[in-house]
């Protein structure tokens, strides 16, 4: 019988959380940009980390797959330390799928190219195998009549849906999402928050950082805040936007939410 739990709060002790930081800490120069986080991502829990800018919320994101490496604390992503460097490190980075604000396609390479690239080069699977795949994700984020086209001629509404798809094709264990709606026009806004809702009720492990209060509503199992470094609040969606319990997530939400 299986230990995993669909959702959260299921973990049995033969199964790891699927992100663990324990003691983190991160300076860049003198600024102390993470300050002793310790967090746990159960497998299947979407968490959404808001804050205010420069309270570190990017930096953890990026921390989890070792785009920044920290100064001190561990990192572990289904119960394996981050390897350091090398070709354990890029194994690792093939479990984490990153969705970026700016979407890092490869200009010169069609959608359905950008897609299958990961798979073949990194998974070595064949490239049949990967069209088939790709095509199959570009359907389910929308855009499988674009496949063809060329980031240049895609909004950038389908070139975030294209980067989606693409890290979905590695079939990653968790997925990272680094304000992938901020560089979006607002129309564009919530078809990749649908694509990123979808992905959440089918089970997928999510860190999303984001400004967009309705999809942490609506699709997060928890939130963290997080202000000058360290992770001021952790609760439930309903209990964050309802009954804040710091001046600091107070203070926040009086701001964002009155816009």
């Not at 499988?144 to 990653?172: C, F």
């Not at 089970?203 to 202000?227: C, D, K, S």
Request: charged share 25%.
């Amino acid at each position: 019988m299986s230990t995993e739990a669909s959702g959260s709060g299921g973990a049995s002790t033969a199964t790891p959380p699927m992100i663990k930081a324990a003691s983190v800490d991160k300076y860049f120069g003198d600024l102390h940009v993470l300050k002793n986080i310790d967090i746990e991502v159960p497998r299947g829990q979407v968490v959404v980390v808001l804050g205010p800018s420069g309270s570190g919320k990017s930096t953890l994101c990026r921390a989890i797959n070792r785009l920044e490496p920290v100064d001190s604390g561990t990192i572990e992503v289904d119960g394996e330390p981050l390897p350091a460097e090398g070709k354990a490190l890029a194994a690792l980075r093939a479990d984490v799928g990153m969705v970026f604000q700016q979407f890092n396609l490869f200009a010169h390479k069609s959608i359905v190219e950008n897609v299958t690239l990961g798979p073949v080069k990194v998974r070595k699977v064949s490239q049949s195998e990967a069209r088939t795949t790709a095509m199959e994700l570009l359907e389910r984020v929308g855009i499988a009549d674009q496949a063809d086209k060329y980031p240049a001629q895609l909004s950038g509404g389908q070139q975030q849906r294209a980067a989606i798809a693409r890290a979905l094709a590695m079939k990653p264990k968790v997925m990272l999402f680094d304000e992938p709606t901020s560089a979006l026009d607002p129309e564009m806004v919530q078809e990749v928050l649908d694509t990123m809702t979808s992905l959440a009720d089918e089970g997928m492990t999510m860190v999303v950082v984001t400004h967009e209060m309705g999809f942490a509503r609506r699709a997060a199992h928890r939130v963290l805040f997080m202000a000058d470094g360290e992770v001021v609040e952790d609760s439930t969606p309903g209990d964050f936007f309802s009954d804040p319990k710091t001046d600091r997530a107070k203070d926040f939400l009086g701001k964002i939410l009155t816009h």
